[in-house]
């Protein structure tokens, strides 16, 4: 079975010190500039139904955006939305090509997660003892 | 106010600029770049990064 590992990474944490998070590569194909784009550390994160990017990497994706269906999105905090827009795109991690649903959000502030449809739900992930995430396909 | 958030574009996995519009910078660099892995990455300053997303 074809499988790619990502180490953790550590990174700063003021209540913590440092903290271990699974973050993967990935490629998404550019409608607009007809190549892949790689995109470094995409937190995989299985609380997401939808993966999800912020607006700058939206527009090396699409010419517009705005052109996907409007969404809102919710999170932890029941009353803040996320303004962003669904887009189908391609994606692939480590030579495994997928389409799926994408979240273009309106906002930066935003971090780029790789959610559960469409997307971690194609691999078997093994989130192994907080240092390493392994992806497994047929 | 300073941001919570900003982009780096790595080639080959180096760090080669920070900012927060990294639109332009990007083509700039792929095209100088155009043998080797030109990548984008969203970083933040959060403490606590908790993405629940419905």
Redesign the interface.
């Known amino acids: 079975m074809p499988e790619i590992s990502f180490r953790y990474k550590n990174e ?4 913590f010190g440092k ?1 271990k ?1 699974p973050r993967v ?1 990935v490629e998404i194909f550019s409608k607009i500039k007809n190549e892949w ?5 995409v ?1 995989a ?1 299985t ?4 993966s ?3 607006a ?2 939206g ?2 994706l699409v010419e517009d955006i705005t052109t996907g269906k409007y969404v809102e ?4 905090e029941p009353s803040a939305v996320l303004i962003a827009f669904l887009h189908q795109l391609k994606m692939r991690i480590q030579g495994r090509e997928f389409e799926l649903p994408v ?1 273009l959000a309106d906002s ?6 790789l ?1 559960r449809v469409k997307g971690l739900d194609l691999f078997d992930a093994d989130f192994f003892e907080g240092e390493k995430l392994t992806l497994s396909w047929k | 106010m300073e941001a919570k958030f900003e982009y780096e574009i790595l080639v080959d996995g180096k760090i080669v600029w920070k900012g927060l519009n990294p639109e332009k910078v990007f083509d700039e660099i792929k095209k100088k770049n155009p043998e080797k892995k030109v990548g984008i990455a969203w970083r933040t300053k959060e403490d606590i990064l908790v993405c629940v997303v419905f």
């Open positions: 700063e944490s003021r209540i903290v998070r590569n784009i790689l995109i470094i550390d937190l994160d609380g997401a139904d939808i999800v990017f912020p700058f990497i527009k090396l999105i919710k999170g932890i979240a930066n502030n935003v971090p780029s997660l959610g």
